[in-house]
């Protein structure tokens, strides 16, 4: 099993910043990808971000292009998320995942959720 803590979710205004964190713990694969998808109320979850085991692919979602950065720490097992430039349409609860393997978009390919955070982002 792998647990994931994830940790920064909060209030912010419109064009804010705030900065997720995801620390995993308990068995780690030898190669896994970390990634974030979100929940918005009434809606599906949704793929935000993803990046590799190295660290030298990321993928992100349209919507947040230019915006979000991935990063990791593989030496403390833990992903983060730097959020810009927030938008109203940016609420939703934060999930962090890892999967062993490769990035991958669709969101039940992902093997370990976090229990998730949540951004409000108020206009």
């Known amino acids: 099993q792998v647990q994931l803590v994830e940790s920064g979710g909060g209030l912010v205004q419109a064009g804010g910043s705030l900065r997720l964190s995801c620390a995993a713990s308990g068995r780690t694969f030898s190669r896994y990808a970390m990634g974030w998808v979100r929940q918005a109320p009434g809606k599906e979850r949704e793929f935000v971000v993803a990046?590799?085991?190295?660290?030298?692919?990321?993928y992100y979602a349209d919507s947040v292009k230019g915006r979000f950065t991935i990063s990791r720490d593989n030496a403390k097992n833990t992903v983060y998320l730097q959020m810009n430039s927030l938008k109203p349409e940016d609420t939703a609860v934060y999930y962090c995942?890892?999967?062993?393997?490769?990035?991958?978009?669709?969101?039940?390919?992902?093997?370990?959720w976090g229990q998730g955070t949540q951004v409000t982002v108020a206009s």
């Open positions: 995942a890892v999967r062993a393997g490769d990035i991958v978009v669709l969101t039940t390919q992902w093997d370990y």
């Open positions: 990046i590799s085991w190295s660290g030298g692919r990321t």
